[in-house]
T-cell receptor
Framework: GAGVSQSPSNKVTEKGKDVELRCDPI?????LYWYRQRLGQGLEFLIY????????KSGLPSDRFSAERTGESVSTLTIQRTQQEDSAVYLC???????????FGSGTRLTVV | AQSVTQLGSHVSVSEGALVLLRCNYS??????LFWYVQYPNQGLQLLLK??????LVKGINGFEAEFKKSETSFHLTKPSAHMSDAAEYFC??????????FGKGTHLIIQP
């Protein structure tokens, strides 16, 4: 596609429910990144995919978070048993070359009530 | 591990005045450096990037930044501010498997 697409754009969920966030990167971009942006704060790096491989998952905040990617396309970020502190904007970015800047999606605003 | 520091969470300038947003990075090896802009309820848009070569980098919307290794800085400037420049600006460093490390952001306010 022309840009990085994320869905849903907004998600309100009850505490304890599971949520799945989707990222559709730019076609041909091999690198894909997930970040979390809490209100009034900078971006927190969560995980990086090169193809469908995630070399380091240590950035994920807890074991309730998981991510996967199918080939060099769609990625999903799953949060199990959501907590209020998970409320944030989750941003996805893709890149054709890891070090040369990313294209970001518009994000998913997650609100846990 | 890298860190990125942006001085001033809020910067206010008058329309037509010089914009200067400060960014310092901490790294044993000069990293790749980036500036992103975020408008309300939108994702981040790349303004400019430094990888190698010329240390003065020109970006979109009249912005430019200069990489100064001796000062470990990558400050963002624009000669004349426009009302449409009001947004959140993020400096970032790094790349690859460790991802980019972002500063906490600077909110740019343009006074009419």
């Amino acid at each position: 596609g022309a840009g990085v697409s994320q869905s849903p754009s907004n998600k309100v969920t009850e505490k304890g429910k599971d949520v799945e966030l989707r990222c559709d990167p730019i076609s041909g971009h091999t690198a894909l990144y997930w970040y979390r942006q809490r209100l009034g704060q900078g971006l927190e790096f969560l995980i990086y995919f090169q193809g469908n491989s995630a070399p380091d998952k240590s950035g994920l905040p807890s074991d309730r978070f998981s991510a996967e990617r199918t080939g060099e396309s769609v990625s999903t970020l799953t949060i199990q048993r959501t907590q209020q502190e998970d409320s944030a904007v989750y941003l996805c970015a893709s890149s054709s070359w890891a070090n040369y800047g990313y294209t970001f999606g518009s994000g998913t605003r997650l609100t846990v009530v | 591990a890298q860190s990125v520091t942006q001085l001033g969470s809020h910067v206010s300038v008058s329309e037509g005045a010089l914009v200067l947003l400060r960014c310092n990075y901490s790294s044993s090896v000069p990293p790749y450096l980036f500036w992103y802009v975020q408008y309300p309820n939108q994702g981040l848009q790349l303004l400019l990037k430094y990888t190698t070569g010329a240390t003065l980098v020109k970006g979109i919307n009249g912005f430019e930044a200069e990489f100064k290794k001796s000062e470990t800085s990558f400050h963002l400037t624009k000669p004349s501010a426009h009302m449409s420049d009001a947004a959140e600006y993020f400096c970032a460093a790094g790349g690859g498997a460790d991802g980019l490390t972002f500063g906490k952001g600077t909110h740019l306010i343009i006074q009419p």
